[in-house]
T-cell receptor, first 113, second 114 residues
Framework: DAEITQSPRHKITETGRQVTLACHQT?????MFWYRQDLGHGLRLIHY???????NKGEVSDGYSVSRSNTEDLPLTLESAASSQTSVYFC????????????FGPGTRLTVT | KNQVEQSPQSLIILEGKNCTLQ??????????LRWYKQDTGRGPVSLTI?????NTKSNGRYTATLDADTKQSSLHITASQLSDSASYIC?????????????FGTGTQLKVEL
């Protein structure tokens, strides 16, 4: 069955370190998204991609970057981790930009100390 | 400003009872409205998706309604079960030149007890 996976599921890192969160989907979807989820906030879009070599900034992109070298993967990099980036991160994918359905991964809980 | 507000913030009900969750939005231009269920430690899973022309949609014991005029939606859960304990998130989509842009509510945390 097609799925979307994230790794690691839990990560503790120190302030200032570079961290990369992995997202891999086997739906063969062109569109992939990264969100963060914090208490008191709905999921907020960090970055998204509509295809290989395409990346776009979301509403909370500062301090994050993504790259899309193939259809299946969209890694999220925190260039220099900050305590404000402690959060739960979700990756999602959809068939097309206009598609209604987004499929979410299980999430990565990141703690920056 | 595009916003989605949900109420109540949390709710506790007894197994077998019904409940209704509310969602008000100011997102424009409206494309569709979705309800997601998020179990603790998991990603959100879609329950229903409604477009402008749909005012009711069911998925098993879940029934969503949409009033596009008043910009309100509700999710009704019938004969609740312990497995319904989760966060229910209302998501409103607006169609832009760059595709569907989603605005998420903060969710209603539902706990079903014996």
């Amino acid at each position: 069955d097609a799925e979307i996976t994230q790794s690691p599921r839990h990560k503790i890192t120190e302030t200032g370190r570079q961290v990369t969160l992995a997202c891999h989907q086997t739906w063969n979807h062109n569109n992939m998204f990264w969100y963060r989820q914090d208490l008191g906030h709905g999921l907020r879009l960090i970055h998204y991609s509509y295809g290989v070599q395409d990346t776009n900034k979301g509403e909370v992109s500062d301090g994050y970057s993504v790259s899309r070298s193939n259809t299946e993967d969209l890694p999220l990099t925190l260039e220099s981790a900050a305590s404000s980036q402690t959060s739960v991160y979700f990756c999602a994918s959809s068939e097309s930009p206009g598609a209604y359905e987004q499929y979410f991964g299980p999430g990565t809980r990141l703690t920056v100390t | 400003k595009n916003q989605v507000e949900q109420s109540p913030q949390s709710l506790i009900i007894l197994e077998g009872k019904n409940c209704t969750l509310q969602c008000n939005y100011t997102v424009s231009p409206f494309s569709n409205l979705r309800w997601y269920k998020q179990d603790t430690g998991r990603g959100p899973v879609s329950l229903t998706i409604m477009t402008f022309s749909e005012n009711t949609k069911s998925n098993g014991r879940y029934t969503a309604t949409l009033d596009a005029d008043t910009k309100q939606s509700s999710l009704h859960i019938t004969a609740s079960q312990l497995s319904d304990s989760a966060s229910y998130i209302c998501v409103v989509s607006r169609l832009t030149g760059g595709g569907n842009k989603l605005t998420f509510g903060t969710g209603t945390q539902l706990k079903v007890e014996l």
